[in-house]
């Protein structure tokens, strides 16, 4: 038994995790932690954060929301991003990233085009959550779940 419990202490990497991560999340670049604790977040983030996390405990999305325009989607294809069903966890984290730097930059329309994206990605969120489907049914593309995760750690109104 003790015998156990110091292979358990030795086995366990203390820098692997966060304060900020999930259960099955690892301490990485691309980790919660790290995307807060790396950028400064932009007002304009969590203004949309606000908004998304209030209108989900009043409303729980009950109506179906649209889906977005070919305007939005040509928007998206413009910086070379998926829709949201078709984002990885992984590239949702760098997508944010992104954005974050791009909402403080000093070239106004990348201001307004990265404010312009989050509010696409949010209405693309609020439309799988009303579904109760992503599009895509694979584990692989779970990009809206990172971005849900990250509204609610941004919001002053957060879980």
Do not use: C
């Amino acid at each position: 038994m003790p015998e156990d419990l110091i292979e358990k202490k030795s086995n366990f990497d203390i820098t692997s995790r966060s304060a900020f991560s999930r259960e099955d999340e690892v301490f990485t670049s691309r980790s919660y932690a790290a995307l807060l604790a790396k950028n400064i977040i932009p007002y304009s983030h969590k203004k949309i954060a606000d908004n998304y996390v209030i209108v989900k405990r009043v409303f729980k999305f009950q109506a179906v929301m649209p889906r977005i325009t070919k305007v939005e989607k040509a928007l998206l294809a413009k910086y070379d991003f998926n829709t949201l069903e078709y984002t990885t966890v992984k590239q949702m984290y760098d997508e944010l990233a992104l954005l974050q730097q791009w909402a403080l930059s000093a070239d106004e329309s990348l201001r307004e085009d990265s404010d312009a994206i989050l509010e696409i990605r949010t209405k693309e969120l609020k439309y799988i959550i009303a579904t109760s489907y992503a599009t895509i049914s694979n584990e692989i593309y779970r990009g809206y779940l990172a971005l849900e995760n990250y509204f609610i750690e941004i919001s002053k109104y957060g879980e």
